[in-house]
């Protein structure tokens, strides 16, 4: 927990976090598809062989979009958290929430430059909520390839401001990411998918969460993930390996209204909601 005399509001927001470079392959979007279930089904999927083939001669892979949430893990990792007069135990540290917003298709190849900044921090007393801003750019044109905004709930660290008055700072609209209320009535759409034991041993054993956005390329973008636009995902509960994911879905304008649960638990996982460019004329 911070100690209320070492925090200073002023030199909090004048904070500067180092930039990150983040360098990919395209056996490492690949390999990112992969983890998340691309194939897992059928090995020739006309949907998803895209992401981890040259489907009928094409040049490159094309990347999912959740990727780009890669991007942001520098920012949480390896002392990346070091705001002035806060205090906090990274082995307590849970990722709540992420907000994705893609700018551009997200090239099968790169280096990306990630500038990061404060997005929000909230004193809970006994937690804090923290909020980090990561915009990447293409290092080689540098283009503006996505925005990542990650939540995350720092147990033990609150109490690092006026008790009677604690401290809550934003600095996005609220209507960005309002609060999510699942519908009632029949989903428009429902995948089931069991995530294998084998992917323990990929590369980002820990993204089962993100499998559920492949349900909302595959069912209602039908394989185009170039129609997505941003993603919001809350993150309740853990996936182990070999569980089954039931992904169901609401089709609202251009939103995609989602939850993930847990089969053999039936437990919510994830929910959150998919904004898209333009429904696909098959819909």
Known sequence: MAENSRFDHDLVLAHKFPETTYTYTE??????ALGVGACGRNAIDSDELKYVYHENGQQFVQVLP???ALFSLGSLTNGGIDLPGLQYDPRLLLHGQQYIQIYKPLPSSASVINKVSLAGLHDKGKAAI???????????????????????????????????????????????????????????????DCTQ???????????????????IIKCICRGDANTIKTISGRFLLHVYPGETLITEMWLEGLRVIYQAKVKERNQAVLSGFVDLHQLTSSL
Do not use: W
Request: hydrophobic share 30%.
């Open 66 to 68: 959740t990727f780009s």
């Open 130 to 192: 923290l909020e980090l801003e990561t915009k990447s750019y293409e290092k080689e044109s540098g283009e503006l390839l996505c925005m990542n905004r990650s939540t995350i709930y720092l147990r033990g660290a609150g109490g690092f401001s006026n008790s009677s008055h604690p401290y809550s700072y934003s600095n996005y609209p609220k209507n960005q990411a309002p609060a999510l209320k699942i519908p009632k009535s029949q989903p428009f759409a429902v995948f089931e």
């Open 27 to 32: 056996r490492d979007a690949a390999v990112y």
């Open 197 to 215: 034991p084998s992917q323990a041993c990929s590369a980002y054993p820990y993204l089962f969460r993100y499998a559920c956005f492949r349900a």
